[in-house]
Every structure is written in structure tokens, then in C-alpha cells.
């Protein structure tokens, strides 16, 4: 694996790809977590794009845990839990990613792995911005659906349909329009732990080829914790098994090997904790996660 990596946890990771035809269910998850917690958190948070980019099944369950009492059969309540608490941490990852993003001000933003976010409909401040959104072609047909009858904030959408495993990312997005020669934010939220070690340094590559003067990389990635063993069981149950995790140390000599300077780098607790006590409290065991925010180097003695 090389010095700079955490082996897999190989014991309970076992590759399962994606089956043909159906979408990435931690993509669902994510945006049930976004749909829950809009509107209803002690932070200034909303994503009003969430419900509309979920099935109608999903939008019933997001509804029923908004709505209802805490349910009484285990299985119903572990359910329960599991995506009262991803709305917890989806605050918290979305209000510092987005602030970030915000701060950018560039006239290219490139979200990899994009599932069903909605930033390109939501965030007025990406009104002068061509927005990229690159992702596996069975999750990105559901989408275009969805979003459909949304209004674009920002100035345009390109979806650019790669599977990250085997399709090529820099003749994705040259055919898609991408100009590596204006800035452009980088956004990899939640793709960097299911890939391996070849697939992750060969996506930074093309990132670093693309990557303008002014450009900026915004990554959500794993760290070892124990609280991966529970995370794993769950994401492989759903045939994407996480494969790679790096501490700190290792992410940050990862990026500067691509061109990229490390600006900070936080676990989802301190991020929680900035915003108030109880999501500091509700986020608090997830110290496995976290987002770094990394500058093109010509740029890191700028701002």
C-alpha cells in the first residue's frame, strides 16, 4: 500500500461493486439526513432541494421520522437512529463545506461524486458559476429526473456520467466543457473512502493537471476510529464497502504531493461543536470523519 496509507480493513471489506441500474443507497442516505434536518436545527441550516431529489419512498420514511414518535420495534428504532443521527452530521458536513465553497468565489466548481446533492440548486453565491457534476451513470440518470423540476441557481449544470473505478476523469470533463485553465473549487464529499490507493492517487492527478492558480480542493474523508467497524457493516451491506482510510498526517502529504497545501483539517466533532452543543453532542463519537480544505501551492501564501 506505501507509506502513506491505512491498509483496508480487509477482514470485512470485501469489494462489491454497484449493480447496474440502481443508484449509490449511501447517496439516498445522505440526502434522507440533508431532508430530515432542513429547516428543523438549532444552526441556520436548509437544504429545500433534498425532499424533491429523494424516491417517494424515501420522502414517506423522511416525513414519517420528521413527523411521528420515536418507533417501538428495534429494527424500526436502529432505523430510526441511524438517520436521526445522519442528520446530525449531515449539518455539520454541509454548513462547513458550503462555507468554504462560498469564500471560493470561482467561476468553476467540479463536485465528484455528486449523488444527490443539490448545491447547484440551492446556492445562489454559484450564480456565476458553471457547476460539474461528475458521477456513476446509474446514479446520475435518477437525478436528472429529479432536479427537473428544481430552478438552477447556479449559472449551469453539466453532468458528467464516470464510473471512478474504470472510467477516464480528464476526458470526462474536457468533453463536458471543464476549462483547466480558470480556477475552479474542488468538491470530493463522499467518494475517497471507497476507492483504493491507485484510484484515489489517479483522480488527485487529473485534479492537479485541471487545477487552475486560484483553484481549491474541499475533501471528506475517513480516519482510523473505531467507530468505522459499525460504519463498514452498514456501507458494505450496501455493496460499497470502504477501502481506504488515512490519518491527518498521511491526507496532508497525500495533497501536497498532488500540488494541493493543506489550509485545515477537522473531524466532524469540532466542526459540530463550532456550530452549537447539541450538534457537537450528536456528532461527537464520529471523530472518523473529516474535512480537509487544500489551496493550489502557488496560492498558499495568498489569503
Known amino acids: ?130 457547476v460539474f457534476e461528475v458521477d456513476h451513470p446509474d446514479s446520475q440518470q435518477q437525478k436528472r429526473q429529479r432536479v427537473a423540476p428544481l430552478t438552477l441557481e447556479a449559472r449551469e449544470v453539466h453532468f458528467v456520467p464516470l464510473d471512478f473505478r474504470n472510467g477516464d476523469l480528464a476526458q470526462a470533463l474536457e468533453a463536458a466543457g471543464h476549462n483547466p485553465r480558470v480556477p475552479t473549487a474542488w468538491i470530493w464529499e463522499g467518494v475517497v473512502m471507497y476507492l483504493n490507493r491507485d484510484e484515489i492517487e489517479t483522480t488527485l492527478s487529473t485534479i492537479e493537471a485541471r487545477s487552475a492558480p486560484g483553484s481549491r480542493l474541499i475533501v471528506a474523508y475517513h480516519q482510523p476510529a473505531l467507530m468505522l467497524l459499525l460504519l463498514a457493516v452498514i456501507v458494505r451491506r450496501l455493496g460499497e464497502p470502504i477501502r481506504t482510510v488515512l490519518t491527518p498526517s498521511q491526507m496532508r502529504k497525500l495533497l501536497a504531493r498532488y500540488g494541493f497545501c493543506t489550509r485545515w483539517d477537522r473531524d466532524l466533532p469540532a466542526i459540530g461543536s463550532e456550530l452549537s452543543a447539541e450538534i457537537g453532542h450528536a456528532t461527537r463519537l464520529m471523530r472518523h470523519m473529516r474535512i480537509v480544505r487544500a489551496d493550489r501551492k502557488d496560492m498558499a501564501s495568498i489569503g
Open 1 to 130: 500500500m506505501g507509506p502513506d496509507y491505512i491498509r483496508p480493513y480487509t477482514g470485512w471489506c470485501t469489494l462489491v461493486r454497484m449493480k447496474a441500474g440502481i443508484a449509490s443507497e449511501t447517496a439516498a442516505l445522505v440526502c434522507m439526513g440533508r431532508a430530515i434536518a432542513h429547516g428543523r436545527t438549532v444552526v441556520d441550516f436548509s437544504d429545500p432541494t433534498a425532499m424533491a431529489l429523494l424516491s417517494a419512498e424515501q420522502q414517506a420514511e423522511v416525513e414519517g421520522i420528521r413527523q411521528g414518535p420515536r418507533p417501538k420495534k428495534w429494527r424500526a428504532r436502529f432505523r430510526y437512529a441511524h438517520l436521526t443521527g445522519e442528520s446530525q452530521m449531515m449539518v455539520a458536513r454541509t454548513v462547513a463545506i458550503d462555507a468554504d465553497l462560498r469564500s471560493a468565489v470561482v467561476p468553476q466548481v467540479v463536485i465528484l461524486g455528486a449523488g444527490l446533492d443539490g448545491r447547484a440548486w440551492r446556492m445562489r453565491e454559484l450564480e456565476r458559476a458553471v
